[in-house]
């Protein structure tokens, strides 16, 4: 006869503790992985700073190895979070064949600092027509 027993008043109010108690369970929990992923996100970017200041230190700058590292860089920037800068990844494709920096190249570095694949990354970020101009910059000839 217990179910009858929480037809009472006293029954119900309990009931509606309980519930109470459950929605602060799921906001504590809710809350908890907000935290959490919050956390998370900054260890990442210190992690991904750290491997950046490392690997300056290695290639130098003003070196070939230093500039697909710069590139690896600017074309996450211009990738990561909403949206995409097509434009600095346009730049990034010309610069990489002015001074021949080989994509791979950029695109290790990419992924040693980011975990990442580069080319994955684009053609997420990029439509197909949009992937096509950056291989034409990438690769243009000066002559058809
Ligand atoms: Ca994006």
Redesign the pocket.
Known sequence: MSNLMNLTPQGMAANAAKDVLLDKRVLIGAGTLVVLGIAWYWSQRANTDAKITEVSKQVGTGTREGMAVELAMRMYAA??????DEEALYEAAKQMRLYQIPFSEVAGYYNKLYGDHLISDLQG?LSASQMVKFNQLLNQRTTL
Request: proline share 0%.
């Open positions: 990738i990561d979070g909403w949206g995409t970020d």
